[in-house]
């Protein structure tokens, strides 16, 4: 490609422009007449990601010996300082996938969270390549949750990590919790349900997915035995609030209500099943 058709990554700042010049041979030497490269512009941390991937030197100074972590806003800068590295977090697209896999980055890095790169996976594909790269698909984080219990719902990521990677939709954290007792997730919820999800599996201080979310403020108290099944009593402590084993914290009260709404419905239809069971014995 001759010079005049190359790109440039000045001025490109989102994603897929940066793509682009990377697509157009854009020159990871280019300096501009302060003698600053790409990176002294960078605007976030994703886009330093990626001029350090395909080559920019994070340890270029310009004219006057300045770094570029120099120009750069705060959290640019922070990553500069403390050793720009590749890293699967964040990284949602192809190219970064394959940039990362080029260098060497880890697949199961943990964040702040503990958390490694796949409970952030949002599509099937990508749970595949995180995996393929060598992540542990069963990891769990300091609560004991595993990505199940924060990937999104209704995208396929659920029945990947089901079906294909043998996660255990009823698997709990910690405290006892399961995907139904924290998630606050709608379409998640659904595709734990889906996957075989048991609504009656009760937490260690004995609470089932309805009794937790009601102790925490997700609907009307109740002492009745309509939201317990035979044998399923114990105590009525209060436990972590939803969206602590995992979860995403507090819902919407709207969908607090949908959620609990799907979930009486199903306990409803396991109390029955069981009770025709006991029955016929």
């Given at each position: 490609?001759?010079?005049?058709?190359?790109?440039?990554?000045f001025?490109?700042?989102?994603?897929?422009?940066?793509?682009?010049?990377?697509?157009?041979?854009?020159p990871?030497?280019?300096?501009?007449?302060?003698?600053?490269?790409?990176?002294?512009?960078?605007q976030?941390?994703?886009?330093?990601r990626?001029?350090?991937?395909?080559g920019?030197?994070?340890?270029?100074?310009?004219?006057?010996g300045?770094?570029?972590?120099y120009?750069t806003?705060?959290?640019?800068?922070?990553?500069?300082?403390?050793?720009?590295?590749?890293?699967?977090?964040?990284?949602?697209?192809?190219?970064?996938?394959?940039?990362?896999?080029?260098?060497?980055?880890?697949?199961?890095?943990?964040?702040?969270?503990?958390?490694?790169?796949?409970?952030?996976?949002?599509?099937?594909?990508?749970?595949?390549?995180?995996?393929?790269?060598?992540?542990?698909?069963?990891?769990?984080?300091?609560?004991?949750a595993?990505?199940?219990?924060?990937?999104?719902?209704?995208?396929?990521?659920?029945?990947?990590?089901?079906?294909t990677?043998r996660?255990d939709?009823?698997?709990?954290?910690?405290?006892?919790?399961?995907?139904?007792?924290?998630?606050?997730?709608?379409?998640?919820?659904?595709?734990?349900?889906?996957?075989?999800?048991?609504?009656?599996?009760?937490?260690?201080?004995?609470?089932?997915?309805?009794?937790?979310?009601?102790?925490?403020?997700?609907?009307?108290?109740?002492?009745?035995?309509?939201?317990?099944?035979?044998?399923?009593?114990?105590?009525?402590?209060?436990?972590?609030?939803?969206?602590?084993g995992?979860?995403?914290?507090?819902?919407?009260?709207?969908?607090e209500?949908?959620?609990?709404?799907?979930?009486r419905?199903?306990?409803?239809?396991?109390?029955?099943?069981?009770?025709?069971r006991?029955?016929?014995?």
């Open positions: 490609m001759n010079a005049a058709a190359r790109g440039s990554y001025g490109a700042h989102d994603l897929p422009d940066l793509i682009r010049q990377y697509q157009s041979d854009a990871v030497d280019e300096v501009d007449a302060n003698g600053r490269t790409p990176l002294f512009r960078a976030s941390v994703l886009e330093a990626f001029l350090v991937l395909v920019v030197d994070p340890e270029h100074r310009d004219h006057t300045a770094p570029a972590q120009h806003g705060p959290e640019v800068g922070r990553y500069l300082v403390h050793g720009p590295k590749a890293s699967y977090f964040g990284a949602h697209h192809k190219m970064l996938w394959s940039l990362n896999r080029l260098a060497e980055a880890d697949p199961n890095e943990r964040d702040e969270l503990g958390r490694t790169p796949i409970f952030y996976a949002q599509t099937p594909e990508e749970v595949t390549f995180l995996v393929e790269a060598g992540a542990d698909p069963g990891a769990t984080d300091p609560t004991g595993s990505p199940l219990f924060t990937v999104p719902g209704g995208c396929g990521v659920v029945e990947e990590l089901v079906h990677h996660l939709p009823n698997g709990r954290d910690h405290a006892g919790n399961t995907v139904l007792h924290t998630t606050q997730d709608v379409e998640l919820l659904k595709d734990v349900l889906a996957s075989g999800a048991t609504p009656i599996l009760v937490n260690r201080v004995g609470q089932n997915p309805i009794e937790y979310r009601e102790s925490h403020g997700g609907g009307a108290s109740s002492e009745t035995t309509s939201n317990r099944l035979p044998n399923n009593r114990g105590p009525n402590a209060p436990g972590p609030k939803p969206g602590g995992g979860g995403n914290g507090r819902a919407a009260s709207g969908d209500g949908l959620i609990l709404g799907i979930l419905g199903i306990f409803g239809a396991f109390a029955e099943i069981l009770g025709a006991s029955q016929r014995r």
